[in-house]
């Protein structure tokens, strides 16, 4: 077994949570060794992998089936979970792949057992993470203007936002039609040139931008490494944790995809894996089996869809893309009997999507069906919360293994009766918005399906008996371990994770390098 020099602290995981520790280690003259169980993506690669994925379909980034196999066990909730879809394993983790919404969680999701009595209190509050939401903006460049309803903020956004798209035009009426409040996203991508990277040149698709202008994490990994401080190793698996019996990690045991053996020691160890990938770890380590805590909580934002055809034709992807939500029914009254629900707006450029709602036509009929109503079909999703449930959870599966010989993760999604009001609302404001835009042919799905963000499974608790970590992020019982990610989530609300996950980054980064150990 090779072993490494120790470091201050070792990080298993390059996405966002992982790159951002590391750089705030780094920066401030810590030795960091970054474990990266994919390979690299470099930037000048991206547009030969765009290209690839147009013509053939196969997304660029590689699935290794000895290395990313798992199981879905929750068929009645999710038939066919498409796990390494909704994931990328690279240096820049699922970023190298993600849209750039990066917004905010609101107030009260940090608090909803104490303001609605569904789920459970953060121990954190939005006023502690509050500053680190900013930083996290400026770190990674977002693009945005203050939504109405969403929560306050004593900064502002670091680049304008984007502006409504030509389509935005006609869901504003609807808005005004339903006195209902509209805003813009904030997104991780330059509105205006950010940091040395340019701004966005509608390439049009955001999950393999050739311009570097929607942020991934690897420029993190990058800023780290040239501190001459951070090492990083590249397709190299974290199979255990060693503790010994004073609760101090005493180093990881790794495995590259060429087979060799690897040790690495350092002061402090993070895992910033995934919420999949960092269960797994801890499980297949032994760490939290005394309180049966760790996997348990997994959740997902559930979606569902709806489209119809305008009377007005619009001129979908064309100029500008769609930038419109509604937080308008996401808090409320109605929230204790339900998850917080956001709705999104936009015009569907290929009409073939929508045909699932329609009789099936072939041939002839098909092409001009598809001629004859580009650029009508309005559509709109709603985003429901999945609320945290001990029984949705990921476990070691007891038959598969890995390349290695490990188990891989056992994926159990549960959605319970709040969930499933949740969803019958978010239906029901689908149909509302679609017939307030006096669209026809109106289809509103009824299946929710996943949109990529994996959350829970080492939750943030007080009480090390209902969860994982501490506020600080450190695993009940040890002294020298810390997760962090989506993982730590308590609960969800409905906005994507990826700025929070950021601002807990740079939170425990800068906790990190105050209280330096030596190993």
């Known amino acids: ?47 030969a992998g765009l290209d690839s994925w147009l013509v053939t379909g196969h997304f660029p980034y590689a699935v290794h089936p000895g290395r990313d196999g798992f199981v879905n066990s929750a068929t009645s909730v999710v038939a066919n979970y498409p796990l390494n879809a909704l994931r990328a394993k690279g240096v820049g983790g699922s970023t190298l792949h993600w849209e750039g919404v990066a917004e905010r969680l609101f107030a009260s999701d940090f608090r909803t057992a104490t303001q609605y009595g569904l789920g459970t209190d953060w121990p954190l509050s939005y006023a502690e993470l509050e500053p ?35 389509d935005d035009a006609r869901w504003r009426r609807v808005a005004e039609r339903l006195r209902i409040q509209m805003g813009r996203a904030a997104y991780a991508r330059n509105s205006v040139p950010y940091r040395g990277r340019s701004p966005c040149v509608a390439w049009g698709m955001c999950q393999v931008c050739p311009s570097g202008a929607r942020y991934s994490a690897d420029f993190h990994v990058e800023l780290a490494e040239r501190t001459g401080k951070c090492e990083v190793a590249v397709e190299t698996v974290a199979r255990r944790l060693e503790v010994d019996a004073g609760g101090t990690v005493r180093a990881v045991h790794a495995t590259t995809l060429d087979g060799r053996d690897l040790e690495f020691r350092a002061a402090r160890y993070v895992v910033a894996a995934h919420a999949i990938e960092s269960a797994r770890l801890l499980m297949l380590s032994g760490i939290g089996a005394h309180a049966d805590q760790v996997g348990r909580h997994l959740m997902e934002h559930w979606y569902l869809s709806g489209r119809g055809l305008s009377a007005e034709r619009g001129w979908p992807g064309r100029i500008g893309f769609p930038i419109l939500e509604s937080f308008h029914w996401y808090d409320g009254a109605e ?13 569907l450029g290929d009409p073939l999507a929508a045909l699932e709602a329609t009789p099936p036509v072939w041939g002839r009929a098909l092409a001009e069906r598809d001629c004859a109503s580009f650029g009508y079909w309005l559509s709109a999703e709603a985003g429901c919360e999945h609320q945290a449930h001990p029984e949705s959870r990921v476990t070691l599966d007891p038959v598969s293994k890995d390349v290695f010989g490990d188990p891989v993760p056992n994926l159990h999604f549960v959605r319970d009766a709040t969930d499933q009001r949740t969803i019958d609302r978010g239906h029901a404001l689908l149909s509302t918005v679609l017939e307030a835009a006096g669209l026809r042919e ?78």
């Open 1 to 47: 077994m090779l072993r490494s020099e120790p470091a201050d602290v070792c990080i298993i995981g390059s996405g966002m949570a992982g790159a951002l520790v590391a750089a705030s280690c780094a920066q401030r003259g810590m030795r960091v060794v970054l474990l990266e169980a994919g390979p690299r993506y470099p930037l000048a690669e991206r547009k």
């Open 132 to 166: 680190w939401y900013g930083r996290a903006e400026a770190e990674i460049g977002v693009s945005g203007e203050p939504i109405p309803l969403a929560a306050p903020r004593s900064t502002p956004f670091p680049m304008p936002a984007f502006p409504d798209s030509y």
């Open 335 to 347: 929230r204790r009997d339900r998850g917080a629900i956001k709705l999104e707006f936009h015009a």
């Open 442 to 519: 109106i289809h509103v799905g009824r299946n929710p399906y996943p949109v990529a963000h994996h959350m829970g499974t080492c939750r943030m608790s007080v009480d090390p008996a209902g969860g994982v970590v501490d506020r600080d992020l450190r695993v009940h019982g040890l002294t020298n371990l810390h997760v962090v990610g989506s993982s730590v989530f308590p609960t969800v609300g409905c906005v994507p994770p990826t700025l929070t996950i950021a601002a807990l980054a740079l939170r425990l980064g800068a906790r990190l390098a105050s209280r330096p150990a030596t190993p």
